[in-house]
């Protein structure tokens, strides 16, 4: 009967002591919410913003008149940085329409006027997540990365599905099309970015690149960028600040304007104004100044 009763004893202390030290156990902190990011872009031609149907004056060496015919653009590789200098990738939101596995197009014509490309539709901003924390700055890179490039427009979702933004599935899509009528060309003159010299298929397939001499895909890096208050800004003005948008360099198998070709004259201070190299291989003069934080 003592023994008994001493271990019935000693087994109440144990589950006593269990059930208080369970008690004492602190529950994990509930999970921090992601931060909702939402950025927009403004494309402006010197101080006045952009619109199909508008006349810009006072472009380029030649102070030209320029009337819009598009404005569209790819970026990928969306990244915020912290006040520790720390960059967090930006999770874009995959709307099924303008973003999708982590690239973004941006649209800013709606098909009036002399802009007969695209869709009525337009899309002035990305959207995403990020941990929650304080961010500083914003870097992305312009275009599209080698394993979204080289795909079948005919059967890719969107937004690759436009064939008025793709070159050909070796070459791949056009980053960044900006296109307008001025006095000298009234035909039009045209900037096309993209990667060029690009290689054939990877061995054992029929489509797609194994790499492209030029890229083209330039990197934007804004310091001083808060993504609460903040607007990204694209100045017509400054990317064709040294470029004569009135005449068309006279070299044989060049485009009207600039079509990314490292043969063309016409693309070296386009290239330049984008933080882009016109050797395969070589870095940059300096970098882009074409996009801006405001």
């Known amino acids: 009967m003592t023994l008994s009763f001493a271990r019935s004893t000693l087994l109440l202390s144990i589950v006593v002591i269990g059930a208080t030290g369970c008690g004492d156990e602190e529950s994990p902190p509930p999970e921090t919410p992601p931060l909702e990011v939402s950025i927009p872009f403004e494309v402006r031609a010197g101080g006045k913003p952009f619109a199909c149907g508008q006349t810009y004056t006072g472009l380029g060496t030649t102070g030209t008149t320029y009337e819009p015919f598009d404005f569209r653009m790819y970026l990928h590789d969306v990244r915020l940085v912290t006040d520790a200098g720390q960059?967090?990738?930006?999770?874009?939101?995959?709307?099924?329409?303008?973003?999708?596995?982590?690239?973004?197009?941006?649209?800013?014509?709606?098909?009036?006027?002399?802009?007969?490309?695209?869709?009525?539709?337009?899309?002035t901003r990305i959207t995403g997540t990020v941990p929650e924390g304080h961010y500083h700055g914003l870097r992305f890179r312009l275009g599209l990365p080698p394993e979204l490039n080289h795909q079948d427009v005919s059967t890719a979702k969107a937004p690759f599905n436009d064939p008025t933004l793709f070159w050909g599935w070796r070459t791949g899509y056009v980053f960044l099309r900006v296109?307008?009528?001025?006095?000298?060309?009234?035909?039009?003159?045209?900037?096309?970015?993209?990667?060029?010299?690009?290689?054939?298929?990877?061995?054992?397939?029929?489509?797609?690149?194994?790499?492209?001499?030029?890229?083209?895909?330039?990197?934007?890096?804004?310091?001083?960028?808060?993504?609460?208050?903040?607007?990204?800004?694209?100045?017509?003005?400054?990317?064709?600040?040294?470029?004569n948008?009135?005449?068309?360099?006279?070299?044989?198998?060049?485009?009207?304007?600039?079509?990314?070709?490292?043969?063309?004259?016409?693309?070296?201070?386009?290239?330049?104004?984008?933080?882009?190299?016109?050797?395969?291989?070589?870095p940059a003069v300096a970098p882009q100044t074409f996009i801006r934080a405001e």
Do not use: Y
């Open 245 to 282: 948008l009135d005449s068309n360099s006279e070299v044989s198998n060049t485009s009207i304007g600039c079509m990314s070709q490292k043969e063309d004259p016409d693309c070296a201070p386009i290239f330049q104004r984008l933080g882009l190299s016109m050797e395969a291989g070589a």
């Open 87 to 123: 960059e967090v990738p930006l999770k874009l939101k995959e709307d099924g329409e303008w973003q999708a596995e982590g690239a973004a197009l941006l649209d800013f014509e709606n098909k009036t006027s002399l802009c007969s490309n695209g869709t009525t539709k337009t899309n």
């Open 179 to 243: 296109d307008g009528r001025t006095t000298g060309l009234k035909a039009g003159h045209f900037m096309h970015l993209g990667s060029t010299d690009c290689a054939g298929p990877p061995p054992g397939q029929t489509t797609g690149s194994a790499g492209c001499a030029f890229p083209n895909t330039p990197e934007v890096s804004l310091e001083a960028f808060s993504p609460e208050t903040g607007k990204v800004v694209l100045d017509l003005a400054t990317l064709f600040a040294d470029t």
